[in-house]
């Protein structure tokens, strides 16, 4: 999305990487401390979700759902599996949509303590 900024700023790791910045290990900054690769990076997380869960169909698997908030756990999994992402992409999608306010480290605690 965001070709110029890559290439002038990022030194790719060979020229099929020009362009490509790898942040899987990316975390949120805090507003304050938001670099302009941060916002690209949230612009880029915000449009991939949106390409991987589409509004219209997510929320038809959120209203096949009595109440989403007694069965988060079971909702996110089927979503990420529906979809083909990963939990944490479902938790950041639901919070998008403002759905629900459901964080993936709240997601990972309640498997944890479930297992």
């Known amino acids: 999305?965001?070709?110029d900024y890559y290439c002038e700023n990022i030194k790719p790791l060979n020229d099929e990487n020009k362009g490509v910045l790898c942040r899987s290990a990316w975390t949120k900054p805090k507003k304050e401390e938001r670099s302009i690769a941060d916002?690209?990076?949230?612009?880029?997380?915000?449009?991939?979700?949106?390409?991987?869960?589409?509004?219209?169909?997510?929320?038809?698997?959120?209203?096949?759902?009595?109440?989403?908030?007694?069965?988060?756990?079971?909702?996110?999994?089927?979503a990420a599996n529906t979809f083909i992402v990963s939990p944490h992409a479902v938790c950041l999608r639901l919070?998008?949509?403002?759905?629900m306010n459901f964080s993936y480290d709240t997601y990972c605690e309640i498997k944890r303590s479930v297992a």
């Open 39 to 78: 916002y690209l990076e949230i612009q880029a997380n915000k449009f991939a979700a949106a390409t991987l869960m589409p509004r219209t169909a997510f929320l038809e698997l959120v209203n096949s759902y009595y109440s989403i908030s007694d069965s988060i756990i079971r909702f996110v999994d089927e």
């Open 1 to 3: 999305m965001h070709p």
């Open 95 to 99: 919070n998008e949509l403002q759905i």
